[in-house]
């Protein structure tokens, strides 16, 4: 009876002692205490780490955002990837708690389209030492812009200092009424127009502008930067070649691509055909005056330092530009070392189909010129652009009327848009 008295009198004290709320509470909070502050911990912990996800992905979203518009600027997407990168940047400093993190920009192609993927690895200490989770807890905001919806570039003057502006003056007028005419510099017209989509500068605009121009600007890098423009010209030309230009005044002639030393002096009555292919005047100048006729389709034709052309008097101008190659979608262009004026003053300079390109020199468009009206399409990139007298150069944007490709960096390019 003994052990069975010892067992009811154990009985009874443990239900005194469960009966006894101090003693209930005071092991109940030994036991579940320490569980509940580490659970307590970790929920912070988690919310904390939940709230820098969400922020580092809307960072991730916006630096995509930002960067993407400059696809349509640049040919090698460094434009994009460094407007990103200091979107990025400047966001993370205004976060007073930021985790570390490592960023990764890199274009990818999405459906045919150029996109910017903006990648963002964090990491954040945990709580108890990095024990739980093992490490600290990692993180990712992932995203990825496309551009769609920019008015497309289709002017645009390089030149930064004074005297390398984009200049209207007498009665010229300026016609793009479907797309974006920018000026690294200034926009000064005196008598006559500018009309387009949209007009910018980045340092000042003044005159008869329509919309009213935006100034302030960003600086649009030239977008053929990386352009092979020294090939052929290097070659030089072969010993004992003339160095009279080639002189046409009646007839017709077709001329083959390559290299024409001493250039070519189209007047009176004649018609010359460029054929398919690529056309370097080296030491030489290319003009058509008077009458004369100058037609080619699926050609880039190239000056170097000493050359250049001029389009004069009631000349007819009919050109389209290269159809494949390195130089497609580019008419006309200029090696960087040239600084000449090229000049059209001709009223019938019907059509300059494709990219006419002369990055360090001057277009001088006077008289009572007419030039690329019945284009589908053209762009001009220049140091300067000049109108003066009463021309009118009016810029088409129907990219897709024509077969001749429109090079990266400019034409129907966009806005952004995600697409992550």
Not at 18 to 33: M, P, Q
Not at 37 to 55: E, K, P
Not at 142 to 153: E, F, H, I, K, Y
Not at 352 to 364: E, F, S, T, W
């Amino acid at each position: 009876m003994t052990g069975a008295g010892g067992l009811r009198r154990l009985a009874a004290g443990i239900g005194r002692f469960l009966r006894e709320t101090r003693g209930s509470i005071a092991l109940k909070f030994a036991f579940v205490g320490p569980a509940v502050f580490l659970l307590g911990v970790g929920a912070i912990d988690l919310l904390a780490v939940s709230t820098a996800q969400g922020r580092l992905q809307s960072i991730a979203d916006a630096g995509a955002l930002a960067g993407a518009p400059a696809l349509a600027l640049a040919t090698d997407g460094a434009a994009a990837k460094e407007r990103a990168a200091s979107f990025v940047v400047a966001e993370m400093s205004q976060w007073s708690d930021a985790p570390d993190y490592v960023g990764r920009y890199e274009i990818v192609d999405q459906a045919g389209q150029r996109a910017i993927r903006v990648l963002l690895e964090g990491h954040r200490p945990s709580f108890f030492a990095n024990m739980l989770p093992p490490g600290g807890w990692h993180f990712v905001g992932d995203a990825t812009a496309s551009s769609v919806g920019l008015v497309p570039l289709c002017v645009l003057t390089t030149g930064d200092t004074r005297d390398r502006i984009l200049n209207v003056q007498d009665s010229g007028r300026l016609a793009a009424p479907a797309c974006m005419v920018h000026s690294n510099r200034d926009i000064l017209v005196e008598g006559g127009s500018i009309t387009g989509a949209a007009v910018q500068a980045v340092t000042s605009a003044s005159g008869a502008i329509s919309p009213s121009p935006g100034t302030g600007a960003e600086p649009i890098d030239d977008p053929f930067a990386t352009l092979d423009l020294d090939r052929a010209p290097g070659l030089g030309c072969p010993a004992g070649s003339p160095m009279q230009p080639l002189r046409l005044a009646f007839g017709s002639r077709s001329i083959p691509p390559g290299m024409h030393c001493g250039g070519i002096d189209i007047s009176g009555s004649a018609t010359v055909t460029l054929e398919p292919g690529e056309h370097w005047f080296l030491a030489g100048h290319l003009l058509v005056r008077e009458n004369a006729r100058l037609e080619g389709d699926d050609v880039a034709v190239f000056f170097d330092r000493t050359s250049r052309f001029a389009f004069t008097d009631s000349a007819l101008v009919r050109l389209s530009g290269r159809m494949t190659g390195d130089y497609a979608g580019i008419v006309m262009g200029a090696t960087r070392d040239n600084i000449l004026d090229f000049v059209i003053s001709s009223d019938n300079v019907e059509s300059l189909l494709g990219v006419l390109y002369v990055p360090n020199a001057r277009l001088v468009v006077e008289g009572r010129a007419d030039v690329a009206r019945d284009s589908a399409w053209t762009v001009i990139i220049a140091r300067s652009l000049q109108l003066q007298g009463s021309p009118s150069l009016f810029i088409n944007a129907n990219y897709d009327a024509s077969d001749v490709p429109v090079p990266s960096g400019v034409g129907p390019n966009t806005g952004s848009r995600l697409v992550r």
